[in-house]
């Protein structure tokens, strides 16, 4: 193997190791995400899904930079009654922008969960778009 291939296929190999996600402690209702998390999509916004550090049946991750999902969170502490929120295929999510990036965590379900899109995937809300339905799906409403 030549160097400039070595090199290839280690930068390869880095970009599909673990990404570090922190799941909730302690989850909330994550009764609800069992039916959630093994729905999940092989890919999303054509990015293909990456084992989670460390591992747990409550996150997910896809591509580099990876686009990460937790279910079972608590709700954020800056939403309230005045809050925007973004409704896709019957799920209501609150955006909040970050650094690098945007939070969506679902609104007015049994079960919160959120989905953390960097900046490289625009629009930001595609990720949380695709993985509407099954929200819809697998978690009730309140």
């Known amino acids: 193997m ?7 296929a280690l930068s390869l190999a880095a970009c ?3 990404v570090s996600v922190e799941p909730p402690d302690p989850p909330t209702h994550s009764g609800s995400c069992a039916d959630f998390m093994a729905g999940l999509p092989d890919e999303l916004v054509r990015q293909t899904s990456r084992d989670t550090d460390p591992e ?11 686009i ?10 800056t939403l309230d009654a005045t809050s925007q929120l973004i409704t896709a295929n019957r799920v209501d999510w609150f955006p909040e922008e970050l650094t690098e990036g945007y939070l969506f965590t679902t609104y007015g379900r049994v079960t919160v969960v959120e989905v953390t899109v960097p900046d490289d995937y625009t629009p930001e809300i595609g990720p949380a778009t695709e ?12």
Do not use: N
């Open 56 to 66: 747990s049946a409550l996150t997910a991750a896809w591509g580099d930079p990876a």
């Open 16 to 18: 599909s190791g673990p």
């Open 131 to 142: 993985l509407s339905a099954l929200v819809d799906e697998t978690i009730p409403l309140r």
């Open 2 to 8: 030549s160097g400039m291939t070595l090199v290839v």
């Open 68 to 77: 990460t999902v937790r279910c079972g969170v608590p709700p954020p502490d």
